[in-house]
């Protein structure tokens, strides 16, 4: 049975030290207890930073800790009703445009309004050297501008980069559904076709009273428990895998006469995993479109397994009807089968067809790392 993501998470959270853990929730979590200091640490070293930097020339610690508190009104206005108010209104509803113009207006409005206006009041009592004042002088409302915006720049960015990595996790977790449903679907394409020939080839036998129909029942047995239970995870040995195709060919070959030549051979030096059914296909194929009981057939089937290096070859004349159609000449389950390969084996297989009037060649190499 396999852990839920947050099973998983408890676990190896529970590994950590608590320190650790201590830290992790105060710079990570937004439970309240954890929010408040965080935001008032931040504010702490923000404004002593700026205070020891522009000290260091003049070494007047107590005029610079003044105009950090003097800009530290305007600055909460603007992280904060950036943080509660235009993030959540505009840019977490991707209206990035808007949240950008929205973000200059309340920041230009809060400088000439809120920051301007305090250095006007504190000026004559606080700092009387200081030139003449002029509230709207441009220079001074740009430098206030930036003076300001300085604050919400660490804020923001934080806010960034954990809304992108929550988009990550999101289209990743939305890849995944969609990579599951996908091959759960073409799973399904490929079964229906498996069971038809299955059961027909079943069905001629005991219509024929045939004794090769008990052996016939077992090996269908096996195939069914296989498709049920034992194929129902990402990946199974090889060696359950090839198996399976040799008892669906021992099954194909109860029903063949004798001007049909069949020939499966493996050769295995590891027990490697393979995603179930992704080999199945091309066998079907070759029975469907290679066999015919009216002239001499010839299907050639080898499976050769060198370390994770899988290399199938299947090889099978061609029946002679001048009437098939697209659909028949490349078969539901070949063109299902290249999907689950482009989705499990990305780059790492190589696919090639031969095709002749009078034959039909596929090789397949498969990496299985």
């Known amino acids: 049975m396999s852990l839920s993501k947050e099973v998983i998470t408890l676990k190896i959270y529970s590994y950590i030290s608590l320190p650790t853990r201590i830290m992790i929730d105060f710079f990570y979590s937004n439970q309240l207890r954890y929010r408040i200091p965080r935001h008032i640490l931040y504010w702490l070293f923000f404004n002593l930073f700026f205070v020891f930097i522009w000290s260091r020339t003049t070494n007047n610690y107590e005029i610079h800790l003044m105009v950090q508190g003097l800009l530290f009104p305007a600055r909460i206005l603007v992280v904060y009703v950036s943080l509660y108010v235009l ?50 002088d441009i220079t001074e409302i740009m430098r206030n501008f930036f003076e300001i915006n300085r604050a919400a720049i660490i804020p923001l960015i934080f806010v960034f980069v954990r809304f992108y990595n929550n988009e990550q996790k999101r289209t990743l977790t939305l890849e995944r559904e969609q990579f599951k449903s996908e091959l759960t679907q073409l799973r399904n394409q490929i079964h229906p076709h498996f069971l038809f020939n299955t059961l027909n080839n079943l069905y001629s036998l005991i219509i024929k009273k045939s004794d090769d129909a008990e052996d016939a029942l077992i090996r269908l047995s096996g195939l069914m428990r296989y498709m049920l239970y034992e194929a129902n995870v990402p990946k199974v040995p090889l060696s359950k895998e090839i198996e399976y195709l040799r008892n669906y060919i021992d099954l194909e070959k109860l029903r063949l006469n004798n001007t049909n030549t069949i020939h499966f051979t493996t050769s295995m030096n590891k027990d490697s995993k393979i995603a179930p059914f992704i080999l199945m296909p091309f066998v079907e194929n070759a029975f469907k479109h290679g066999i015919s009981n009216d002239k001499v057939s010839t299907i050639e089937i080898s499976i050769i397994s060198d370390k ?19 659909d028949e000449e490349t078969g539901v389950g070949l063109v299902n089968v290249q999907k689950r390969l482009e989705l499990l084996y990305k780059d790492k297989y190589e696919l090639t067809q031969n095709e002749t009037v009078s034959y039909y060649e596929i090789v397949l190499t498969l990496n299985l790392i």
């Open 87 to 136: 993030i959540p209104k505009f840019y977490l509803k991707r209206n990035l445009f808007v949240f950008g113009v929205s973000y200059t207006i309340w920041l230009l409005l809060v400088t000439i309004f809120v920051q301007r206006p305090i250095w006007g009041i504190s000026r004559p009592f606080l700092f009387p050297d200081w030139e003449h004042y002029n509230m709207f």
């Open 308 to 326: 994770d290096i899988l290399t199938m070859t299947v090889y099978n004349t061609k029946k002679i009807n001048s009437t098939k159609n697209k």
